[in-house]
Nanobody
Framework: QVQLVESGGGLVQAGGSLRLSCVAS????????MGWFRQAPGKERESVAAISARGSSTYYQDSVKGRFTISRDNAKNTVYLQMNSLKPEDTAVYYC?????????????????WGQGTQVTVSS
């Protein structure tokens, strides 16, 4: 079993920044891809960013490219999401996930492990 705990969400004005963290426990994550999804009220959960096990490959949704950066510290079993130039449309609950397959972390298909989510609210 893997437990994922997100933190770092909050309320920020448009143009501001937040850094989300997700700590994994129960398994060493150094051989697993990790990623971030988000779900806004009334909308489906969508993939935001993903990173391969060693950090050599990353994926970003088009709407966050150039503004968000995903990174990881395998020694700390942690993945981060640095969010800059935040917009009101980034408001959502952000979830962390993990899988052996980067492709599945990107698509969100058949993922077994999710964190509880952290709320990000961007005011205009």
């Amino acid at each position: 079993q893997v437990q994922l705990v997100e933190s770092g969400g909050g309320l920020v004005q448009a143009g501001g920044s937040l850094r989300l963290s997700c700590v994994a426990s129960g398994r060493a994550v150094s051989t697993y891809a990790m990623g971030w999804f988000r779900q806004a009220p009334g909308k489906e959960r969508e993939s935001v960013a993903a990173i391969s096990a060693r950090g050599s490959s990353t994926y970003y949704q088009d709407s966050v490219k150039g503004r968000f950066t995903i990174s990881r510290d395998n020694a700390k079993n942690t993945v981060y999401l640095q969010m800059n130039s935040l917009k009101p449309e980034d408001t959502a609950v952000y979830y962390c996930t993990i899988d052996a397959s980067l492709a599945q972390v990107v698509t969100g298909i058949r993922l077994d492990y999710w964190g509880q989510g952290t709320q990000v609210t961007v005011s205009s």
